[in-house]
């Protein structure tokens, strides 16, 4: 039987932390401590420039023993692996859609942001695979970025995407527009006030990754993942699975 008020009592607490000890001691398992029968690594090279067009890309001289595989968007592309989608399309209040390009998992002819992913190399070590990835040629022609709402929605701005005209992804209003606008009309005075918004990202000790196993058999993955996200992750997989 639940004792709902011992729930209650529990929120808002300050419970001791139980998992300090094993990290601060150097006792604590990360993906990097896996070791698994017959596991490879994979090394995602990415692009070092904001905006630029891929005008080559060989990969050839990669393929060095104990390289097992370099895929680029012409692998992603016969294996017929669609793009990332976002988690929502548009305005989930007012039905307002949201212009977005799907994401390739490898860039095909042009890259949109630093970092973006390439090509991936899997090896049979991590090492290995570090220098295949050096041994990759890739020529970009550089385009003008943008590295700000402002700058990026300024008339004659670079396009990043053709699906999302004037680099505007979403532009909405809420509430009752008229009367807002009535008020502010017959307002003895009116204050404006512009708020930039910063960015904030997370930064964990340990970079977000997997290590995957495969049943063939039972037709079962398993995957040992540092993430916080752990159900979504499980939802997408058997989404894509199942697809």
């Known amino acids: 039987m639940r004792d709902e008020g011992a729930c209650r009592r529990k929120i808002g607490n300050a419970p001791k932390r139980r998992e300090d000890d094993r990290f601060v001691t150097g006792r604590a398992t990360y993906l990097d401590d896996y070791a698994l029968p017959g596991m490879v690594h994979a090394v995602v090279l990415r692009s070092p420039h904001a905006h630029a067009i891929i005008e080559r890309l060989d990969e050839a001289v990669a393929r060095v023993p104990g390289v097992l595989a370099v895929l680029t968007a012409t692998d992603v592309k016969r294996d017929g692996l669609g793009p990332l989608w976002p ?8 039905g307002e859609p949201f212009a977005f390009m799907p994401q390739p998992l490898l860039a095909t002819n042009k890259v949109r942001y630093v970092g973006e992913p390439v090509a991936l190399i899997i090896a049979e070590s991590h090492n290995l695979a570090l220098d295949a990835a050096e041994m990759v040629a890739v020529d970009y022609a550089p385009l003008a970025a943008v590295s700000s709402p402002d700058a990026a929605s300024a008339p004659g701005a670079p396009q990043i995407a053709l699906e999302v005209p004037g680099n505007v992804c979403f532009d909405w209003q809420t ?18 006030l512009r708020v930039n918004n910063h960015r904030i990202v997370t930064n964990p000790m340990e970079p977000r990754g997997v290590v995957a196993t495969y049943d063939a058999e039972q037709d079962r993955y398993t995957l040992h993942v540092s993430s916080q996200n752990i159900h979504a992750i499980r939802d997408q ?7």
Request: net charge negative; charged share 10%.
């Open 87 to 94: 988690t929502a399309e548009a305005n989930l209040k007012t």
């Open 237 to 243: 997989v058997l989404f894509t699975h199942e697809h």
């Open 175 to 192: 509430g009752d527009v008229a009367a807002v606008a009535a008020a502010i009309a017959s307002a003895a005075h009116v204050v404006s």
